[in-house]
């Protein structure tokens, strides 16, 4: 059974500081989801990660994966309170199958 | 910009009672999806359709759930006698075909479905 592990599980960060969220999965897959969620809303795709060494940036956010180590990372640069929200990883192990697999989601809060 | 649209945003149901979920996918898209969310947990995948059958189910997906695309555009998902455990907010996704597909899924809004 697919599982896919986040953490941390809540951050509580500062503007302007970075971090990184981590999601490392149990089973071979190259392809990797981020999504954010904000509080009673649904979830908008943020990236989209098909291959080993895929890096890709949106604004103040960075993710990569890495398949040999069955690892993605979300990198918030310089973060502002807007970022707040819950991010979300999913794995699928099927291209076009769709049958993703969440992790337990990141709380992520930005305090002024 | 085009969206998947949900109906109803909220329902509240008695135990037991049939419970009908509306999906409207984006208007090109082949591919329809439900997911769940019991509040406060992880998103978890129900069933997947394409060419009006399911593609894969998970075990949540057990004889009480039923999906169907009734006409052109509405996908629906359907519990037949609900549980507590069935309240939840569920989510219907969509995406293209094979030959323009870059590997998004596009979400609704969800439904907050609520058991008493």
């Known amino acids: 059974e697919l599982k896919v592990e986040q953490n941390p599980l809540f951050l509580s960060m500062q503007e302007g500081k970075n971090y990184t969220i981590y999601c490392n999965y149990s089973t071979t897959s190259d392809r990797l989801y981020w999504y954010r969620q904000d509080p009673g809303k649904s979830l908008e795709s943020l990236f989209v990660l098909l291959s080993n060494g895929a890096v890709k940036q949106e604004g103040r956010l960075m993710a990569s994966l890495d398949t040999k180590a069955r690892l993605s990372t979300l990198h918030i640069t310089a973060a502002v309170h807007d970022l707040s929200a819950t991010y979300f990883c999913?794995?699928?192990?099927?291209?076009?199958?769709?049958?993703?697999?969440f992790g337990t989601g990141t709380r992520l809060t930005i305090i002024p | 910009e085009p969206e998947v649209t949900q109906t109803p945003s909220h329902q509240v149901t008695q135990m037991g009672q049939e419970v009908i979920l509306r999906c409207v996918p984006i208007?090109?898209?082949?591919?329809f999806y439900w997911y769940r969310q019991i509040l406060g947990q992880k998103v978890e995948f129900l069933v997947s359709f394409y060419n009006n059958e399911i593609s894969e189910k998970s075990e949540i997906f057990d004889d009480q759930f039923s999906v169907e695309r009734p006409d052109g555009s509405n996908f629906t998902l359907k519990i037949r006698s609900t549980k507590l455990e069935d309240s939840a907010m569920y989510f219907c996704a969509s995406r293209t075909g094979l030959a323009e597909y870059t590997g998004e899924l596009f979400f609704g809004e969800g439904s907050r479905l609520t058991v008493l």
């Open positions: 208007s090109n898209h082949l591919y």
């Open positions: 999913a794995v699928d192990v099927n291209f076009g199958n769709e049958k993703l697999t």
